[in-house]
DNA sequence: GTTCAATGGATCAAGTTCATACCATTGACT
DNA sequence: AGTCAATGGTATGAACTTGATCCATTGAAC
């Protein structure tokens, strides 16, 4: 799959804290009559960098290829050369970065060739996230902004013609997430970064990268929201359940069909989260 | 391997500026695709930080802002220390970039109280742009993704009751946009900011705020591309006229209608600019 | 058991970026 | 004419990142 990469950055841009634009303070949409200079539509914009430390966001990044499934548990990261140079950032950040995962037990490192850093656990919810409550706005945003982008991806994909090794890649991801749902005692992380990978398969098939990249920000932000809710088996057996809809109508060439079911999808997860913000 | 498939790799990623998972921005407007080198069930991957200088990704978040027109010719930018809080830099690297701006006349700065930074005029193509030929990656990219995010932004909005003041930013978007077309010897930035102004005045109506942040990047990644290919004026006029079929189906409340034929509009672009990098 | 390539471990100088002060200018208001 | 608040202009030191270089360890291959 080359990948390429990305190119998008951007698309996280806004969000964690307040988000955004650097733009003008008043949004066109809000009443500014004066049409004069000052309405200008505010599109988000990005902020010029990723602010915050390099080593924390290096930290965030690590963690949340490991959430979503990208490293799966016993897997090998890449050399810290080799790492470095796809986050982008210099080797020693990288180790202080993969210091503080070892630290927390989430990777052991061996030293000498064919060592490496290996995944030894899933990061908990603990390991990273924010206290406090859930923001509206951001449950809002990451939410609707997923059902656009995961209805779009499984309408595509199912317009298209797939190769065999993309439906094995496909039906793998989906048995695998239902496995873990039938054994009793999974963790929670496991069957999200499971259910990340069965959605950001149906992403990558749609060969742009930047949908690929905005949907795995997207998913995180929201496995971050799930991390503060509980957890409860109904509902995954529920996804499971839907997961396989979905894969059908994406075999079977329905766009229509598939971006419907994904979208009843993504409602389901919406209703769940919203749920529990109003009783919090 | 680790598990199967998948070299592994990227960790994350978003675009350009913004990012947060941890990721980063990558130059925003710009991007750079760059497919990279192994595959995995990439997840997009982000780059840590923003890589590269902060301070060249804030001359490119000033500059993107500008061409998108969320601050015309004549617009006074926010006080430095607000635009610097915006974006997220500090005010000696705002300042830094904005000396740069200064001195290639795209914008003029007065001191003293009722001073500021005002935009003088338009950045020109080759202000920012990179030379050498079109990636043919990154032109699929940023048009596929483009047609995801506009249909849906087109039927997301026209599903929605818009308030009086809501309908009138959108027509009067639409308007300038043609205003400017029937006006002779405009310049391509102009047009190519009010469009780009039309275009994300529908998606700011969604109310998503991640979907606005990556159509601005999307639309500043094809405008980069535009400003490679010949400005036709044809394109323009046609441009037009679907701005205003899109417009009555959204105001209209035909969800589906609006997503089509700002599917059919994105669709335009694609072969303007698929047509002319074949040929290249 | 020796060799050797791949991989983690460690250090240091140089360049960026930030944060915080404080100064200078301007023009509306009184 | 004087006042004053908002805004740009300038300076300094701390903290962070990088890039380059060299060391240490490991286990497969010979």
Chains 1, 2 share one sequence.
């Not at 991806?153 to 695998?176: D, F, H």
């Amino acid at each position: 799959m080359e990948h390429g990469e990305s190119g998008g950055e951007e698309v996280t841009a806004a969000r964690a804290e307040g988000t955004n634009p650097v733009a003008a303070p008043s949004s066109a949409a809000t009443a500014t009559p004066t049409s004069g200079p000052a309405a200008a539509p505010s599109s988000g914009s990005a902020p010029a960098h990723s602010r915050g430390n390099v080593f924390e966001h290096t930290i965030a990044a690590l963690l949340r290829a490991i959430r979503l499934g990208q490293y799966l548990v016993g897997d090998k990261l890449p050399a810290e050369r080799d790492l470095a140079a796809r986050i982008k950032v210099s080797r020693a950040t990288l180790r202080q970065a993969l210091s503080e995962l070892q630290t927390a037990g989430i990777v052991t490192v061996r030293r000498g060739r064919y060592g490496g850093t290996f995944v030894t656990r899933l990061p908990s919810a603990g390991d990273d996230a924010t206290e406090g409550s859930i923001d509206p706005a951001e449950l809002d945003d990451a939410v609707r902004f997923r059902h656009v982008l995961e209805t779009a991806a499984a309408r595509i994909v199912a317009s298209r013609t797939l190769q065999s090794a993309e439906v094995e890649a496909l039906t793998t991801a989906e048995s695998e997430c239902r496995e873990v749902f039938g054994a009793p005692g999974e963790s929670a992380e496991k069957f999200r970064a499971l259910d990340a990978r069965f959605h950001l398969s149906i992403a990558e098939l749609t060969r742009i990268p930047s949908l690929v990249a905005a949907s795995a920000s997207t998913r995180d932000r929201i496995n971050a929201l799930l991390d503060r809710i509980p957890f409860i088996e109904t509902n995954v057996e529920h996804s499971c359940a839907q997961h396989g809809e979905i894969l059908d109508a994406v075999l079977a060439g329905d766009p229509e069909l598939a971006a419907e079911l994904a979208a009843q999808h993504a409602e389901g997860t919406e209703q769940l989260l919203r749920g529990f913000l109003e009783h919090q």
